[in-house]
């Protein structure tokens, strides 16, 4: 069975760090690029993140560039997700996402596969 199970989300104070954690089972992790999404009320859902767990490539949101950083361990099957510099704005339910197809250069949702059921990130002022 396809699993994403997406862990870490909490209430952080702005300028604080957080770390996510994406675990996954039931498919062969380094065929996938793992990517992080999020969706805030009122807003659309956003690419945020991903990493090709083959060869190490990375994208970032330009919103988020410069102070979130993903990282894979493959031997755990789990991708993370460290998010420094905390604004308000980063306030959203975070998801968790697999692709077989995505290419890292872009973060495009039916691209995805398999999806987690969200964490949520609260960022106070």
């Known amino acids: 069975e396809v699993q994403l199970v997406e862990s870490g989300g909490g209430l952080v104070q702005a300028g604080g760090p957080l770390r996510l954690s994406c675990a996954a089972s039931g498919f062969t992790f380094d065929d996938y690029t793992i990517g992080w999404f999020r969706q805030a009320p009122g807003k659309e859902r956003e690419g945020v993140s991903c990493i090709s767990s083959s060869d190490g490539s990375t994208y970032y949101a330009d919103s988020v560039k410069g102070r979130f950083t993903i990282s894979s361990d493959n031997a755990k099957n789990t991708v993370y997700l460290q998010m420094n510099s905390l604004k308000p704005e980063d306030t959203a339910v975070y998801y968790c996402?697999?692709?077989?197809?995505?290419?890292?250069?872009?973060?495009?949702?039916?691209?995805?596969?398999?999806w987690g059921q969200g964490t949520q990130v609260t960022v106070s002022s």
């Open positions: 996402a697999a692709s077989l197809i995505s290419t890292a250069q872009a973060m495009i949702y039916y691209e995805y596969d398999y």
